[in-house]
């Protein structure tokens, strides 16, 4: 939830991630403050989708 709280607090919507066990924690906080998570297949396609996602909506996004 604190990670949750500090991207709102930047503006950030939304979270491309890779899921996996060692961010599942995370992931259900993120879930839990209505944050857009997006999983993905590989973490490049993670950083391709959000730097895609920051250029056309001109907001900032996160990867996980």
């Known amino acids: 939830m604190l990670l949750a709280r500090a991207l709102r607090e930047k503006g950030i919507t939304r979270v ?9 924690p995370a992931l259900e906080g993120l879930m839990e403050c209505d944050m857009s998570v997006i999983n993905t297949p590989h973490e490049q396609i993670a ?15 996160f990867v996980w």
């Open 47 to 61: 950083g391709h989708l959000a730097d895609a996602n920051t250029r056309s909506r001109e907001s900032p996004q």
């Open 16 to 24: 491309f991630t890779l899921s996996g066990g060692f961010c599942n």
